[in-house]
């Protein structure tokens, strides 16, 4: 594994992007809640005081960037590691020359781009080394680290959230992508200044889509007789070809367009579902982030109508998962039209509020006996599980035992609605409460 302490040249014929990567917190755009004068990271890098740490944010708002900086003022051993190319083997290497270091006083700081990747059993070769302070851990993802990093793993991490960067803070990146002599400083570009802000708009909070974007609009200028290169809007039309600028992802436009899509498979309405769908996907919105909400969805607007939902909406999600964009638009396309024509029921949603008012507002009663375990004597002796039906050994698999608290007794929690398989739930339920109401034979 490559050990960097200190960083190549870029070649001239790099990307704009590599060119222009930032190599000092003074050059790093955004984040000022991290890195202003006085904030917390910042003193942590000055100082070379890094402990183990997750970054989370957007894609192109620095994460790798960030960790390189770090890199360049560590006195650490620096290990930069890729979840994509890096399996068990290959971390144990690496966790074997950090422990040897370890002994010889000398500190490894592992930085692993996109750590969402690796599975719970690459996760879990980290956790040893973390704990006994053989690594600093440096992790980069765009996921949630909440539902993709252990949490043994995480709990030893420090989160910071990474922001996306301001349409300010990437107008001043392409400002200065046009005058360094690294970007296009020594070429002469004719590009007006609204152009550069629309290019900043459009990148939607992403550096490196706006310098990628201002890279193919310079190329793709024409060229005069004197060399001037002019850049006009319909070169820049074909640069931009997604609307990205129509859709904040951190914004309102972003709530408006899930509650869209929400409300129109709530609706039965698969058309309108799909385009809600697809303008999220053109917006750049995290497939993710759309297959959980549409998880929730299964339970919370179609529960019991269709049982199945539930386990389809699992699955699209582990799709998504696995394939990613653009692959997975097609098993979120199929979500959300079986989630549509689905049969609807909010019984398990209201349930689930119902019981939890109840919770909050009403004294906490304690068990019943009768269904308290007695694993001890003394708890024998106090009538722990004193009276207790095993409904296995009814003729009816059936008790009229009491298992809600005696001030809750005859509550209703659960409604079955006639939608969908619901009604067969519906049936039996009150199969069984007739049956519990009746006199004993």
């Not at 930069?80 to 270091?101: C, D, R």
């Not at 900043?200 to 060229?223: C, K, Y």
């Amino acid at each position: 594994m490559e050990q960097l302490s200190l960083f190549d040249d870029r070649e001239t014929s790099a990307p704009l992007a590599s060119r222009l990567r930032p190599e000092t917190l003074e050059e790093y755009a955004g984040q000022k809640h991290l890195l202003g004068k006085g904030k917390i990271l910042r003193q942590l890098i000055e100082k070379d005081q890094i402990s183990s740490m997750i970054f989370w944010g957007p894609p192109g708002v620095g994460k790798t960037t960030l960790a390189r900086i770090i890199a360049g003022r560590t006195k650490a051993s620096f290990v930069e590691f890729s979840a994509v190319t890096s399996g068990i083997k290959e971390i144990k290497e690496v966790m074997a020359q950090a422990e040897q270091n370890r002994r010889m006083g000398i500190r490894t700081l592992l930085f692993t781009d996109e750590i969402h990747r690796f599975n719970k059993a690459q996760q879990d070769a980290f956790l040893p080394y973390v704990e006994k302070g053989s690594i600093i851990l440096v992790g980069a993802t765009t996921e949630n680290p909440s539902f993709e990093i252990n949490s043994a793993l995480l709990s030893r991490c420090k989160v910071f959230v990474l922001k996306a960067l301001g349409e300010e803070d990437l107008s001043e990146l392409l400002n200065h992508a046009m005058t360094s002599p690294k970007g296009f400083g020594n070429m002469d570009v004719q590009m007006e200044k609204q152009h550069l802000r629309l290019i900043a708009r459009f990148a939607n909070g992403d550096a490196r889509t706006a310098l990628n974007t201002l890279e193919m609009a310079v190329l793709n200028g024409e060229m005069d007789a004197e060399g001037k290169i002019h850049i006009n809007e319909e070169v820049l039309a074909q640069c931009m070809n997604r609307r990205s600028l129509l859709y904040d992802k951190n914004g309102e436009e972003h709530y408006n367009l899930i509650s869209a899509l929400h409300k129109s498979m709530r609706n039965s309405d698969p058309d309108a579902a799909v385009y809600w769908l697809c303008r999220m996907l053109d917006g750049g919105e995290e497939p993710l982030y759309i297959a959980r909400r549409l998880v929730r969805f299964a339970s919370e607007d179609v529960g019991m109508a269709d049982p199945q939902a539930l386990s389809l909406a699992v699955a699209v999600y582990q799709s998504c998962h696995f394939l990613g964009m653009p692959e997975c638009d097609v098993h979120l396309t199929h979500a959300v039209v079986y989630l549509s024509m689905a049969p609807k029921s909010n019984a398990l949603y209201r349930a689930c509020e119902e019981c939890k008012k109840d919770v909050r507002e009403l004294p906490a009663e304690p068990v019943p006996l009768w269904i308290c375990n007695a694993p001890t004597g003394l708890m024998k002796d106090l009538d722990y599980g004193k009276g207790y039906v095993y409904a296995h050994d009814t003729k009816e698999k059936l008790s009229r035992m009491r298992c809600l608290p005696e001030s809750l007794e005859g509550r209703r929690y659960y409604v079955p609605t006639e939608e969908g398989q619901e009604i067969q739930v519906k049936m039996r339920l009150e199969e069984i409460l007739k049956w519990k109401n009746s006199e004993p034979s």
